[in-house]
């Protein structure tokens, strides 16, 4: 059964790091994209970064320069460091995974909350 379970997630300082991660099971993981989304409250879901089963990756402008998405197809999971946070990146993040692109997605992990406030 294909699952991912995020992790990571906290409460932290304006101009602090996170690290999240994302654990795959249950599919052929590399050959897979993984896309991070978040969700603010009273807002709705967005995409804040992709990477293909290539290598590939995309940003969502607020957080280039920032976020850095990556992958570790020996270990399944995909990865979300998380530099130089704002009161604005708080919210659920959530790990997806999809075929080919960054979408359509098949499956959402069950999220994570992050948190920055001082």
């Known amino acids: 059964q294909l699952q991912l379970v995020e992790s990571g997630g906290g409460l932290v300082q304006p101009g602090e790091s996170l690290r999240l991660s994302c654990a795959a099971s249950g599919f052929t993981f590399h050959a897979y994209s993984i896309v991070w989304f978040r969700q603010a409250p009273g807002k709705e879901r967005e995409e804040v970064s992709c990477?293909?089963?290539?290598?590939?990756?995309t940003y969502r402008d607020s957080v280039k320069g920032r976020f850095t998405i990556s992958r570790d197809n020996a270990k399944k999971s995909g990865y979300l460091q998380m530099s130089s946070l704002k009161p604005e990146d708080t919210g659920v993040y959530y790990c997806?995974?999809?075929?080919?692109?960054?979408?359509?997605?098949?499956?959402w992990g069950q999220g994570t909350q992050v948190t920055v406030s001082s």
């Open positions: 990477i293909l089963s290539d290598g590939t990756t």
């Open positions: 997806a995974t999809a075929v080919a692109s960054c979408d359509p997605v098949l499956r």
